[in-house]
């Protein structure tokens, strides 16, 4: 039986594959409540990581022609990302239980051997409460990692921590 | 414009786990960058859920091919000229098929058309170094490019990555989104580098190596390098019927 292959780094040269559209998934004439998200991703010094593919990846809205529900951006030299996208709804999870609205991140980078992969939900979301991977996390602090915040006028914002003092949680599956 | 969606049929199957050793640490002493670039916490154990069991679709119509890195316009890019081609296969032996994979790489002379590579090499104005294939519905895919030539990096003193392509592929699911690099057989830099040694399982380290393919060689015209790809398979194997 054939075994999956190995992850190596996507390393500091992978903006040859970047194509700064990708980071807008309404771009193909989406509707729905339409939001950025925005984000910074630091490393264990605070530092900002400047060469950073941020990949996003949502389930809600379903993908269809007008929405890839997939997207991609760069971090710029300050660590600093932004989507702009549908904002998603409520998906079903374990069991009977709705996981709250939420996007998928993978983070890849130059010292990043294989992905690092986290969540942002919504801030104040009340289905936040009864979300079943968020009720993983014992520790409100470390569960407050995964949350974006409101940053203007639907604009969220989410601080990544690769490592350290708020590091953020990420995810194995 | 319509296109399809298709719909697996097992599409609500979880992934099944990564086999130990065969996937890299994410912190690796040896590759100094992974330092700073290391979750300290353990991860957070998640069942899959329908984020991570279903992913973008990607089609050549949105995501136009480039299956020959080495001609831009009417020029050729310089370097030896190989033909890379390969399977895309899950677990089960089964082909990827439709899935697209991403190609960059540094030019002949071990230099990447990016500012921020300042490698003392020159820059081939005819060569840029990505590419996009699909696979078709075997698995199969290919593409035309130059042999990357090897660089220096500042990894440790005389540090060297041996020649390679970055791939990006992404496969049925969010699961199984995989960035690797493709090696070349031979090469001496191999023993020497830490991101391929970041693997722990030597079989899984060969499996990284492309192999010389002579069947895939053209005549009077490029090398054929064969390089097969393995995508994490489903938790319940499927029958083909
Ligand atoms: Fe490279």
Known sequence: MPIATASQTIGPYWHLIEHPEFADLTRFGAVGERIALTGRVRDGDGAPVADCCVELWQASPAASETFPGYGRAATDSDGRFRFTTIRPGPLPGPGNVQQAPHVALNLLARGILGRLVTRAYFDAEPLNDTDPILALIDDPARRATLLARPAGEAVWHIDIRLQGEGETVFMAF | ?241
């Open chain 2, 1 to 241: 414009m319509s296109e399809a969606f298709p719909t697996p049929p097992d599409l609500r199957t979880p992934f099944r786990a990564l086999t130990p050793g065969t996937q890299p640490p994410n912190d690796f002493p040896e590759y100094g960058s992974t330092q700073k670039r290391h979750p300290k916490q353990p991860l957070l154990r998640i069942p899959q859920t329908v984020t991570e069991i279903t992913g973008p679709r990607f089609s050549p119509s949105r995501y136009p091919s480039i299956i020959d890195l080495t001609r831009s316009g009417v020029h050729e890019a310089l370097g030896e000229r190989i033909i890379v081609r390969g399977r895309v296969l899950d677990e089960d032996g089964r082909p990827v098929p439709d899935t697209m994979l991403e190609i960059w790489q540094a030019n002949a002379a071990g230099r990447y058309a990016h500012p921020r590579d300042q490698h003392d090499a020159p820059l081939d104005p005819h060569f840029r170094g990505e590419g996009r294939v699909f696979t078709d519905a075997q698995g199969w895919y290919q593409f035309t490019s130059i042999k990357p030539g090897a660089y220096p990096w500042r990894n440790h003193f005389n540090a060297w990555r041996p020649n390679h392509i970055h791939f990006s592929l992404f496969g049925p699911g969010f699961a199984t989104r995989l960035i690797t690099q493709m090696y070349f057989p031979g090469d001496p830099l191999l023993e020497l580098d830490p991101i391929f040694h970041a693997v722990a399982d030597e079989q899984a380290r060969r499996r990284l190596i492309a192999r010389f393919d002579i069947e895939c060689t053209k005549p009077e015209w490029a090398l054929g390098y064969r390089f097969d790809i393995v995508l994490r398979g489903r938790e319940t194997a499927v029958a083909e019927e």
